[in-house]
């Protein structure tokens, strides 16, 4: 491409995103001084009315539309899960030095209730291992070859020793301890520019094309609005546990009235270009509610799946996922990235042990993970029951994911919880994935050790583009597309992890 050409194409970009933020921000101001406003009881409508179709004619995505289906599912564990209370060593030298410094947190050696779930991992590091009692239907999975855990993974800018890090000599992430920015980092993979757009994003902009149809946005999130899946060209669909937002959904007896009087407003034949913008916007709001409400109903039944998620936010919003996978051929979906989360991590005190908080998310994380997981093999069976034909490869085609702000640190803090660590583990689930074994280097769990920053903070040792990388590569994204996705994974070894298949 040539030089002008390029400047071009990106004069032509900036101004589309410049007109996206204009109607975005304009309608959201015009919604507060008109009357109707009072029938839209949650923005996320007006969010997903710009973001949920992809730009006509300002990027192109690189893939042709796929005859196989793949989903990505991003499970963030907000507020840094405790991976030192997820994946436990239990060999005897080992879990000593474990029980030393985690005192109250200890979780006892596999015996019985309440007790470590052990793992029988392929791969062979010189320890053992056991998984939080509360992960029962995720041990299942891995010691039957679909579940993966990565070790030490946390956010980079290089690789790092530990006297690098205490000499200053390599670069760190900034704010490595902070919430906000750690998790922005984590949805990003580009952890020391300011954020702009998700690596699910820019995925997606690659990919869409993968799709028969982008009205509904191919990005979809259950838990409201996210740096991960925003992109240049592709945004996220913000969906609820019981669909899309729509205009007529928990307003009363006067909703149909009100909705046709918006419909017959947006209708007008509107010479002001910001009106027109801003009608063309919400009949396209409308119009894609009403088409992925359509695509779920064949899922409404309570008993649906045979193996029921649970009642909690996290179990609803997969259930939503397993509801929009079921759909994907209406909605014209060969490629999905969703995203959902579960909160609560942030234990610096009452973190328990077996039946405490911690365990108790992870409860809650284990069972909703093997739902979905059973839900994409009843789709791959293709029963009438479903209404739809089968789609070969469902439960390979769809891969679960966790990420988190942070670990915690190894010892306890003064009472009965942890504070902000660095590296943690994190568990992928999917046909496609090559379980039942860790990857990555488990970290010596010695504070001062090799890789302690000073207070049991670990150093990870694979960085957040490596793992993402991974996922990303078998999701479609070609090894000449990395950079534009990944931009510092070349300062790492590894790209490729092989925990996919």
Not at 148 to 158: P, S
Not at 279 to 305: E, H, Q, V
Not at 445 to 474: C, F, H, M
Request: proline residues 4%; hydrophobic residues 40%.
């Amino acid at each position: 491409m040539s030089r002008m050409r390029r400047i071009k194409q990106q004069q032509r970009e900036e101004y589309e995103q410049s007109r996206r933020e204009f109607l975005w921000k304009g309608a959201c101001a015009a919604l507060t001084t008109t009357g109707i406003a009072s029938t839209i009881l949650d923005l996320r409508l007006m969010r997903s009315a710009v973001a949920d179709t992809v730009a006509s004619g300002i990027a192109t995505g690189s893939a042709a539309v796929a005859s196989d289906y793949k989903a990505l599912v991003c499970i963030f564990l907000f507020g840094g899960n405790d991976g030192n209370n997820l994946l436990v060593p239990t060999d005897t030298a080992t879990y000593s030095a474990y029980t030393a410094s985690r005192g109250v947190l200890a979780l006892p050696q596999p015996n019985g209730a309440g007790t470590l779930i052990g793992l029988s991992p392929l791969t062979n590091d010189g320890h053992t291992y056991g998984i939080n009692p509360g992960c029962t239907e995720l041990a299942n999975l891995f010691n039957g070859g679909k579940c993966a855990i990565l070790c030490n993974v946390g956010t980079l800018l290089a690789p790092l020793t530990r006297a690098q890090y205490q000499n200053k000599s390599v670069a760190v992430p900034p704010q490595l301890f902070s919430h906000s920015d750690q998790q922005i980092e984590w949805q990003t993979a580009v952890e020391d520019q300011q954020p702009r757009t998700g690596w699910g994003g820019r995925t997606a902009d690659l990919l869409y094309s993968a799709n028969s149809s982008n009205n509904v946005s191919m990005n979809i999130s259950l838990a409201g609005s996210n740096t991960f899946e925003v992109g240049d060209t592709v945004n996220e669909y913000n969906v609820s546990t019981n669909g899309a937002v729509s205009l007529n959904v928990n307003i009363g007896t006067q909703a149909p009235a009100q909705l046709q009087a918006l419909k017959d407003l947006i209708a007008l034949n509107h010479t002001n270009l910001y009106e027109s913008g801003f009608a063309n916007k919400m009949a396209s709001a409308i119009a894609n509610a009403d088409t992925l409400n359509t695509a779920i109903s064949a899922t409404s039944n309570a008993n649906f799946w045979s193996t029921p998620f649970t009642t909690s936010s996290l179990g609803k919003q997969l259930k939503m996922i397993a509801r929009l996978i079921q759909a994907a051929p209406t909605l014209g979906h060969n490629r999905q990235i969703f995203f959902a989360s579960i909160g609560g991590f942030d234990l610096h005190s009452t973190e328990g042990v077996a039946n405490g908080a911690h365990y108790n998310l992870l409860r809650d994380l284990s069972v909703n993970m093997n739902s979905l997981y059973q839900a994409t093999l009843q789709m791959d069976a293709g029963t009438p029951a479903f209404g739809v034909a089968a789609r070969p490869g469902t439960s390979a085609g769809v891969t679960q994911f966790t990420a988190s702000d942070f670990c915690r640190t190894f010892p306890v803090n003064q009472t009965d919880g942890s504070d902000h660590g660095w590296g943690n583990h994190q568990i992928v689930l999917g046909g496609s994935v090559v379980g039942q074994k860790l990857y990555g280097q488990y970290p010596v769990l010695q504070v001062n050790g090799p890789n302690d920053t000073s207070t049991g903070r670990w150093i990870p040792t694979t960085a957040v583009e490596q793992y993402s990388a991974t996922l990303a590569k078998w999701f479609g994204v070609s090894a000449g597309q990395m950079g534009s996705v990944f931009p510092y994974l070349g300062r790492f070894a590894t790209p490729d992890l092989g925990f996919m298949g």
